[in-house]
Structure formats: C-alpha cells, structure tokens
C-alpha cells in the first residue's frame, strides 16, 4: 500500500554556546520546518526562547544558500518568534551571502561543533556588565587553573562565566539568571535558572546540582529545558553529562 513516508529527522539542530546565545545549526534548508521547529520550541519555553537571539550557521550543508532563500529563512525565524542577529563564520561565499543580506559575521562561534576536525574552539565572550555579578571569593591556587567560587547569589539578568575552568556557586542560581563555565559547574544551592557548562565545547563537563529545578541546562551546546526533564527530578540532588550527544540526568544518591 503506498503512501507518504514521513521524516521524524530535526531540519534544525539548536545548540546554546558562548553567554547563551543560540547557534541554530541548519542541517536542512526547509523553511517551513524550521519555522515549525522554532515555533514549537517558543511555545515549548517562552522564557527562553521568545525573542531569543539566533546565530545561523549553514556549515552543515553541502553548499552556500543564496541571498533571496536567507532572507525568506530570517523572514520565517522571525515570525516564528526568535531573532536571527548573525551568521556563522565560514567559506568566503558565506561571507558574501552574510554582506547580501545585511548581518554580521561571528567569527568562530561553532565551538561545539568543531572537536572533530582537532580546530581550537574560541572562548566565550566576556559576560555582559549591564548587572555585575557580585565579586566571587578567591580561590586558593593549586599550581594549575584554579576553579571559580561564587558565594553569593545569582538573581534574575545576572550571569557568571568561568573562563578555561569549573565553576562552584555555593548559592542560589535564581530564575533568569546564568551560570556559564567552560569546565564543570557544581551548584549548593537551588539551580533555578541556566546552567551551560563544557562552553568551549569540552563534552566531558558535567553539572552537580542540590536542588534542581533548572531553565535550561546544557553541556558543549547540547541542552535541555525545563518542559524536557522528567518531573520526578525536579527539586533533587542530580549530575548531569554527555552521553554519545544525549544529555543525561540522573539523581545523585
């Protein structure tokens, strides 16, 4: 008997990389669905998502897409609910593409994406300084990179980035705010907020939590969102790593 074969294969593969900003990595140049891809992850967490802003990154197609299909795709990004604001870095016709439709190019912001060809993933960007993070307490130095101590609590537009090394918040990571780290994180207070740790795309991070109830969490760009995570977790002691590209959470004994 035939029939239409359906694709349950994603077009478009998010992933969150330096400060949270998304990298929508396009695996398939099908508009529609990526439109419906997006739509859904908007209703799915409008905290997160609405308004959000998008990197395009067309590294995963065999060739460079012209102008009129990228301003169609921006188009239906848009009224999807989420912001394009740059495309990736990449071949000179990507480059070209990027002045024809009128955004920025941000240079090697594929971090997560790039472990398999050996290239040097770039740091995150400094976080923003709009609501300073209150001053951490020193570490003691151990002859190598120290981890980053955070006593004080994380409130809502705040963020904490630990560059090139775990980070340890002995606080509350409060709803709207961010903990970044390019190492592991480990978190003594309730996680209610973000939490993206192995930022430069290191897959061996993990996040250690005592009362989860996170956004979102991810590790070298692969997340999860709060909608996402089984309810019998919520407000447990859990680890979370990487997994063969699946996120894994599981209660800490």
Request: proline share 6%; charged share 25%; with cysteine.
């Amino acid at each position: 008997m035939g029939g239409t074969t359906v694709s349950y294969e994603q077009c478009g593969e998010l992933k969150f990389g330096q400060v949270g900003i998304a990298n929508l990595r396009i695996q398939k140049l099908d508009i529609t669905a990526l439109k419906n891809e997006m739509q859904e992850r908007v209703e799915r967490a409008p905290k997160l998502f609405r308004h959000a802003a998008v990197i395009l990154d067309f590294s995963a197609l065999l060739g460079c897409p012209d102008a009129e299909t990228v301003d169609a795709l921006i188009d239906a990004l848009r009224n999807a609910g989420v912001m394009p604001v740059a495309i990736a870095y990449g071949t000179p016709a990507v480059e070209k593409l990027a002045e024809q439709v009128g955004m920025p190019i941000l240079a090697k912001f594929r971090a997560s994406f790039e472990r398999d060809d050996g290239s040097e993933p770039a740091r995150p960007a400094p976080a923003p300084e709009s609501k300073p993070v209150p001053a951490a307490a020193p570490a003691a130095l151990t002859g190598q990179e120290p981890g980053l101590l955070q006593t004080q609590p994380l409130r809502s537009g705040q963020q904490i980035y630990a560059a090139g090394r775990d980070l340890t918040v002995c606080a509350m990571v409060g709803a709207g705010a961010e903990a970044i780290a390019d190492g592991s994180i480990h978190i003594y207070g309730p996680l209610r907020g973000r939490a993206l740790a192995g930022a430069s795309g290191n897959a061996q991070a993990r996040i250690f939590c005592r009362e989860f109830n996170a956004e979102l969490v991810a590790i070298a760009g692969t997340y999860k969102v709060l909608d996402e995570i089984p309810k019998k977790l919520l407000g447990k002691a859990v680890q979370i790593w990487l997994d063969k590209d699946q996120l894994r959470i599981e209660e800490l004994a």
